[in-house]
């Protein structure tokens, strides 16, 4: 049994079987449209609140998503759970709270409730600092209103862009998407609400990018890529819940996986906290998966496992169960057991305290303050990423020491030019619930690409859509390439509109066959490209698309820049990049496809992933993973790195980095290693270690990485994870694929690592860090 309090193993020895029931499960009061897989089928009709007092009777585990099912306001909101939260202490015979838990990935998503840009935008950041604050104040507005739980970061290392929920992931990259997540945890944990990591595990691997399809991983990608960032995220990150993956591996569903949710997680890494079901998953066990004849059998099945809580409901943990165990075919200890774990968790939250919710709710709650607005700001300058630029950027800004010439006349065409939701991820509360309630409006200021590129410029500036986002429709072509013709400059916005299940190109069961860009949306670009304007390409998306085309292709637009769902900030700050008041430092997080049937593709790669004389079939990227351009030149120099290092040691890498140009400028300075020769296949090239610097015109800083040889860890033939002995290369590059030849990165330095293989343990040092220096 897990080791808890006196007080809570006293509470759970008062418990009836019922009441124990009612603790790990959730209650969904306002069950409305689709914001969930299968939703629609698995609605119970628990959503009735006239029902509560009986609902309630036992006690509740978690209320679902108060805030963020449909549009409430939320001081009024607060005011009712308030009063529910006392109802439940008055009135229920153990007088315990719920948990209530809402959804955060960029925001709360709640009605009025600030927008931030996407994690794939955090990702092209490369900013954890900066993710952390972002954090911060989510879990602070989340705290004011009486939410203990977030059901956020996704910890899904992208394997394959055709999957609908790469918007929701950070990167291609284990150890970026473990810094970053970590950094997410923290934040949102400093404000006093439990993170909650998903999807546990391999959940971005479905086969063929197909939501909820298949993985077929094999144990070493599963213990070298996937698991890294969720262990990094639990000891560096201290986070206090994790949810499973709906995915199977192997034949085995993750719900019902007592290998990964008991054996790995609990006993081999020692987590304490909740472990929650993703909405459904337990009845999926018996629905999607068959593995489980019915509800009942299903949640003993996810019980033995190790899922502690049911969300969204109670469909399988309770009568279904209950059955069971009065019958005598499961063992009430392993409901004991997550009984426990729930009420450590309230415990841990406060909510076991006598005076909990005796203060007043909160009257006038701000939830899109300007700090929240700055930080989205912030966020979105440093995530855009600038492909391609032949001089046409930026156009100018009023800055005299960088005065240019700028366009007196300006055309901004497309679909996602002026539409607000074009901006946002497809777990922003404006494209997940807000779609299904038209009536409302969006909650929170927010300009469109065109209104904010408006007060940007001092320009006359003409607008035509073009088309849509999809769809066939080219009545709108003739007027838009006109407007171009007209002008001296056109700026054409594409891209995708996020969604869920079919409504939407791009997020969760969105998954597409193609990357390419939706719609006859090239059709029109290269339309406008015909016209002889110079034309610049804004790439508004939830994943990377295969755009080659426009960067290398004959006939293509002056510039190119990618933007993964910038949030409610994210026009200004295309704005700025275009006008030169914004120099772009983004990084692509994951690399830029070649085409659809290149994939799944991943930078990390052995020699035989990539291009070689034995395929006729090139799966190279057209940008790789850390391409991102500026408005300045930064060069790398005088590499120093230690010669030798004992494995299971740290070794120090130094770097100057100087920034040539005329404009300040962040660069992300990007550390490289290979292992040349090791008993398992490995990657031709690795991130070892980012750190974003600023440099202002002219300048240099040095930068000194002390990078513990873990970063070369992998699972040997015994499938035990060490650091190999053996020679290691390093170097410095502007992206995976940069060279000393091209003048993009250092020469390769060699690092030895000496001594006995060395074992991982979870004491080990996983993070790398570094010291700037001018």
């Given at each position: 049994?897990?080791?808890?309090?006196?007080?809570?193993?006293?509470?759970?020895?008062?418990?009836?079987?019922?009441?124990?029931?009612?603790?790990?499960?959730?209650?969904?009061?306002?069950?409305?449209?689709?914001?969930?897989?299968?939703?629609?089928?698995?609605?119970?009709?628990?959503?009735?609140?006239?029902?509560?007092?009986?609902?309630?009777?036992?006690?509740?585990?978690?209320?679902?998503?108060?805030?963020?099912?449909?549009?409430?306001?939320?001081?009024?909101?607060?005011?009712?759970?308030?009063?529910?939260?006392?109802?439940?202490?008055?009135?229920?015979?153990?007088?315990?709270?719920?948990?209530?838990?809402?959804?955060?990935?960029?925001?709360?998503?709640?009605?009025?409730?600030?927008?931030?840009?996407?994690?794939?935008?955090?990702?092209?950041?490369?900013?954890?600092?900066?993710?952390?604050?972002?954090?911060?104040?989510?879990?602070?507005?989340?705290?004011?209103?009486?939410?203990?739980?977030?059901?956020?970061?996704?910890?899904?290392?992208?394997?394959?862009?055709?999957?609908?929920?790469?918007?929701?992931?950070?990167?291609?990259?284990?150890?970026?998407?473990?810094?970053?997540?970590?950094?997410?945890?923290?934040?949102?944990?400093?404000?006093?609400?439990?993170?909650?990591?998903?999807?546990?595990?391999?959940?971005?691997?479905?086969?063929?990018?197909?939501?909820?399809?298949?993985?077929?991983?094999?144990?070493?990608?599963?213990?070298?890529?996937?698991?890294?960032?969720?262990?990094?995220?639990?000891?560096?990150?201290?986070?206090?819940?994790?949810?499973?993956?709906?995915?199977?591996?192997?034949?085995?569903?993750?719900?019902?996986?007592?290998?990964?949710?008991?054996?790995?997680?609990?006993?081999?890494?020692?987590?304490?906290?909740?472990?929650?079901?993703?909405?459904?998953?337990?009845?999926?066990?018996?629905?999607?998966?068959?593995?489980?004849?019915?509800?009942?059998?299903?949640?003993?099945?996810?019980?033995?496992?190790?899922i502690d809580i049911e969300l969204p409901t109670g469909d399988a943990y309770l009568a279904p169960l209950a059955e069971q165990i009065r019958a005598g075919e499961f063992d009430e200890a392993f409901v004991d057991r997550a009984v426990l774990r729930a009420l450590a968790q309230k415990e841990e939250l406060g909510l076991l305290e006598a005076d909990v919710f005796e203060d007043e709710p909160p009257t006038n709650v701000d939830l899109d303050s300007p700090r929240h607005r700055e930080l989205a700001r912030r966020l979105a300058e440093e995530s855009i990423v600038l492909l391609s630029n032949?001089?046409?950027?930026?156009?100018?800004?009023?800055?005299?020491?960088?005065?240019?010439?700028?366009?007196?006349?300006i055309a901004v065409i497309g679909p996602n030019a002026h539409r607000a939701e074009a901006l946002l991820g497809c777990y922003s509360f404006a494209n997940h619930v807000l779609a299904h309630h038209p009536e409302f409006p969006i909650g929170f200021e927010i300009a469109t690409f065109l209104e904010a590129f408006t007060a940007e410029v001092e320009a006359e500036i003409v607008y035509a859509q073009g088309t849509d986002v999809e769809g066939t429709d080219r009545s709108g072509f003739e007027e838009a390439v006109a407007a171009a013709t007209g002008a001296e400059v056109a700026v054409v916005?594409?891209?995708?509109?996020?969604?869920?299940?079919?409504?939407?190109?791009?997020?969760?069961?969105?998954?597409?066959?193609?990357?390419?860009?939706?719609?006859?949306?090239?059709?029109?670009?290269?339309?406008?490209?015909?016209?002889?304007?110079?034309?610049?390409?804004?790439?508004?998306?939830?994943?990377?698309?295969?755009?080659?085309?426009?960067?290398?292709?004959?006939?293509?637009?002056?510039?190119?820049?990618?933007?993964?769902?910038?949030?409610?900030?994210?026009?200004?700050?295309?704005?700025?990049?275009?006008?030169?008041?914004?120099?772009?430092?983004?990084?692509?997080?994951?690399?830029?496809?070649?085409?659809?049937?290149?994939?799944?593709?991943?930078?990390?790669?052995?020699?035989?992933?990539?291009?070689?004389?034995?395929?006729?079939?090139?799966?190279?990227?057209?940008?790789?993973?850390?391409?991102?351009?500026?408005?300045?030149?930064?060069?790398?120099?005088?590499?120093?790195?230690?010669?030798?290092?004992?494995?299971?040691?740290?070794?120090?890498?130094?770097?100057?980095?100087?920034?040539?140009?005329?404009?300040?400028?962040?660069?992300?300075?990007?550390?490289?290693?290979?292992?040349?020769?090791?008993?398992?296949?490995?990657?031709?090239?690795?991130?070892?270690?980012?750190?974003?610097?600023?440099?202002?015109?002219?300048?240099?800083?040095?930068?000194?990485?002390?990078?513990?040889?873990?970063?070369?860890?992998?699972?040997?033939?015994?499938?035990?994870?060490?650091?190999?002995?053996?020679?290691?290369?390093?170097?410095?590059?502007?992206?995976?694929?940069?060279?000393?030849?091209?003048?993009?990165?250092?020469?390769?330095?060699?690092?030895?690592?000496?001594?006995?293989?060395?074992?991982?343990?979870?004491?080990?040092?996983?993070?790398?860090?570094?010291?700037?220096?001018?």
């Open positions: 049994m897990p080791a808890v309090s006196e007080r809570v193993r006293a509470l759970h020895a008062q418990m009836t079987l019922d009441e124990k029931l009612a603790q790990i499960v959730g209650y969904w009061l306002d069950q409305n449209g689709v914001t969930a897989p299968m939703q629609s089928e698995m609605a119970s009709g628990q959503q009735d609140a006239s029902k509560l007092t009986d609902v309630t009777k036992n006690g509740l585990g978690h209320y679902t998503r108060v805030y963020g099912t449909r549009p409430v306001d939320p001081n009024e909101r607060a005011a009712w759970l308030w009063d529910e939260q006392r109802r439940l202490k008055r009135e229920t015979r153990l007088g315990i709270p719920a948990l209530v838990h809402e959804e955060c990935l960029t925001g709360l998503a709640a009605w009025k409730a600030a927008a931030f840009p996407t994690p794939l935008a955090w990702g092209a950041s490369f900013d954890p600092e900066l993710v952390y604050d972002m954090a911060a104040s989510i879990g602070e507005s989340m705290r004011e209103l009486g939410v203990h739980q977030g059901l956020a970061p996704v910890l899904d290392v992208i394997r394959d862009p055709r999957w609908g929920r790469v918007d929701e992931c950070i990167a291609e990259d284990p150890y970026v998407v473990g810094v970053l997540g970590t950094s997410y945890v923290r934040g949102l944990q400093s404000a006093g609400v439990h993170a909650t990591l998903k999807h546990f595990i391999g959940y971005s691997a479905s086969r063929a990018g197909r939501n909820h399809a298949p993985v077929s991983a094999g144990p070493r990608e599963v213990a070298d890529v996937f698991l890294p960032p969720f262990e990094m995220a639990l000891f560096d990150g201290g986070a206090r819940s994790v949810m499973n993956s709906y995915a199977e591996i192997d034949g085995v569903p993750l719900g019902s996986s007592a290998e990964y949710l008991t054996e790995l997680l609990r006993e081999r890494w020692g987590f304490d906290g909740v472990v929650v079901a993703d909405y459904f998953a337990v009845a999926f066990l018996e629905v999607m998966h068959a593995i489980a004849a019915d509800r009942g059998a299903a949640a003993a099945a996810a019980l033995t496992a190790g032949d001089g046409i950027l930026p156009l100018g800004e009023k800055d005299a020491a960088h005065k240019k010439a700028a366009p007196s006349r916005v594409v891209g995708d509109q996020a969604g869920l299940f079919g409504r939407g190109t791009v997020g969760e069961g969105n998954d597409s066959e193609t990357l390419e860009l939706p719609g006859v949306q090239r059709e029109l670009v290269e339309a406008l490209v015909a016209s002889g304007t110079p034309v610049i390409m804004i790439a508004l998306t939830g994943r990377p698309y295969a755009i080659g085309w426009a960067l290398d292709g004959e006939r293509r637009p002056a510039a190119v820049l990618q933007s993964f769902f910038p949030g409610e900030e994210g026009a200004a700050a295309l704005s700025g990049v275009l006008s030169g008041r914004v120099n772009p430092s983004g990084r692509m997080p994951v690399s830029l496809p070649r085409a659809a049937g290149a994939q799944p593709f991943t930078y990390l790669h052995p020699p035989l992933g990539g291009v070689s004389e034995v395929t006729a079939t090139d799966p190279t990227p057209v940008r790789p993973f850390g391409f991102g351009l500026s408005y300045s030149e930064i060069t790398y120099s005088d590499l120093v790195v230690d010669a030798e290092a004992t494995a299971g040691g740290n070794f120090t890498a130094a770097v100057t980095v100087t920034n040539s140009g005329q404009r300040a400028v962040d660069d992300i300075v990007q550390l490289y290693g290979h292992d040349v020769v090791a008993t398992v296949t490995r990657p031709v090239v690795q991130l070892l270690a980012f750190q974003r610097v600023t440099l202002d015109p002219d300048a240099s800083v040095t930068v000194t990485f002390s990078v513990p040889t873990q970063r070369f860890a992998f699972s040997d033939r015994s499938m035990t994870r060490i650091v190999e002995s053996g020679d290691v290369e390093v170097w410095v590059g502007a992206n995976a694929t940069a060279t000393e030849t091209a003048g993009t990165a250092t020469r390769r330095a060699t690092v030895a690592i000496t001594g006995d293989a060395h074992v991982l343990e979870t004491s080990d040092r996983r993070l790398v860090t570094a010291e700037v220096s001018h």
